[in-house]
Each structure stands twice: as C-alpha cells, then as structure tokens.
C-alpha cells in the first residue's frame, strides 16, 4: 500500500509539473507575441514621422485652436437633410479597417457613437494623406476631416478630405473590436483595453462617475459633509 502510494504522489507531481511547464510555455508564448506586436506599431510610428506626422504630441501651443465635430453632432446634422458641401472635422478611435486598392473603409469611434469612413485615393491633394493610411492600426487615434454621404447600401459616412494621425496604439485591441477580455481577472488588470474594446464597460465606467459625483455634490450642499 505504501509503495502504491508513492506511486501515485510521483504521478501527481509528474503531471502538475508537466501542467505548469505548459502553462508557463503559454504565457511566455503570449508575451513574445505582444512585444513583437509592440514593436512592429513602434515601426509604424516611426513611419509617421518621416511622412511628417507626430505619433504623439502633435499639437503646439502656437498652433491654431481646432474645433471639432462630435460624431453624434454629425449624424444628427445629416437627419435634417441639409444638402450642403460643408467640410467636417472630428476625431476619434479607429475600432475597425477593411478595403483593398485605392479605396478603404474604416469605423472611427468616440466617447459616444461610431461613424464610417469612406477613404479614396483620389480625394488626397498630397500622396503621403494616403500613404500614411498604411500605417494607421486598429486603436490609433485620428482626426479626419471631410464631406459627409452616403455609400451605396445606404450607410451614412463621412468622404475623407484630410487626415491628421494623432496617437499611435502600441496595444494591439481585439480585430475589428471583437470583444475577447471575458476573463474578470484579466479584464481588471488590463483595464485600459477593457474600455478600448467593450462598449458596455465604458457605459458602466461612465454611469458610475456620474452617480459618484451626483452623491458627493448632494452630500456637500444637503447635508454639508466634506472629504
């Protein structure tokens, strides 16, 4: 019985070890993965500073102040069927890319609604306007300017006349914003792609903001309390 026993405790440990090598495999597979992504979007941000972009920091205190459109703005404006040629600006996420040749479709997204882009080569006046589309990602940030249509199944876009890339993201979010952080643990220790990826994370991040301030403001002038 004894010599049984110590069979069975060797096979335990064998097959713990063998579980923990492969998931230690795992994680350092996943972890090379992510730093090869990393670096290839450093390449990429590179790229944008020689076509004369900034990866970051690309506003300047002596640089005119930019007005821009909320994407909420845009649709509701192209509701009232203005017919007008109007030029829009408004930045955003980009969250989704698709297209081949000399046209390309992306989603851009901000704090609030999602809009398409419709992007055509020939609507550029300067080559690197559309060269640097080429190293735009999924999660870079961009600030595009153009006229707002309507493609042939009917989706309200926005024709991109301009392009100003703002913010390179060197985390690589789920392939056209896929929702893939199920896991509880993983999504808080990785709370920033948990709120670049979900939707409803983002609702619920806000709506909780919004209730705390409601509760210290009503505190602080009905029952004066203070922190």
Same mark, same amino acid.
Request: aromatic share 10%.
């Given at each position: 019985q004894d010599f049984q026993e110590k069979i069975l405790k060797k096979l335990w440990i064998t097959?713990? *070890? /063998?579980?923990?090598? +492969?998931? %230690? %495999?795992?994680?350092? /597979?996943?972890? !090379?993965?992510?730093?090869?992504?990393?670096?290839? #979007? #450093?390449? @990429?941000? /590179?790229?944008?500073?020689?076509? =004369?972009?900034?990866?970051?920091? &690309?506003?300047?205190?002596?640089?005119?102040?930019? !007005?821009?459109?909320s994407i909420d703005g845009l649709i509701k404006y192209h509701e009232q069927d203005i017919d007008t040629d109007r030029v829009f600006t408004t930045v955003g996420r980009v969250m989704s890319m698709r297209g081949?040749? =000399?046209?390309?479709? %992306?989603?851009? $997204?901000?704090?609030?609604? @999602?809009?398409?882009?419709? $992007? &055509? @080569? @020939?609507?550029?006046?300067?080559? #690197?306007?559309?060269?640097?589309? /080429?190293?735009?990602?999924?999660?870079?940030?961009?600030?595009?300017? =153009? $006229? %707002?249509? #309507?493609? +042939? &199944? =009917?989706? *309200?876009?926005?024709?991109?006349k301009t392009v100003r890339p703002l913010t390179k993201c060197l985390i690589a979010p789920a392939k056209n914003g896929a929702v893939t952080l199920e896991d509880t643990e993983l999504k808080y220790r990785q709370r920033y792609r948990d709120l670049i990826e979900n939707v409803g994370s983002r609702e619920v991040f806000v709506a909780r903001s919004q209730i705390m301030k409601a509760i210290r403001t009503f505190m602080a002038i009905e029952l004066g309390s203070m922190e």
């Open positions: 097959l713990f *070890l /063998q579980i923990a090598t +492969k998931h %230690l %495999l795992n994680c350092l /597979q996943v972890t !090379m993965s992510e730093d090869n992504l990393i670096q290839i #979007r #450093r390449d @990429k941000a /590179q790229k944008w500073i020689e076509l =004369g972009f900034e990866p970051y920091g &690309s506003y300047s205190l002596n640089e005119e102040k930019r !007005m821009h459109d081949q040749g =000399g046209v390309r479709f %992306l989603d851009l $997204v901000d704090e609030a609604e @999602k809009i398409q882009l419709f $992007v &055509s @080569k @020939k609507d550029f006046l300067e080559q #690197r306007f559309w060269d640097i589309f /080429q190293y735009i990602d999924i999660g870079d940030i961009i600030e595009v300017a =153009g $006229v %707002l249509t #309507r493609t +042939k &199944s =009917g989706e *309200l876009s926005l024709k991109v």
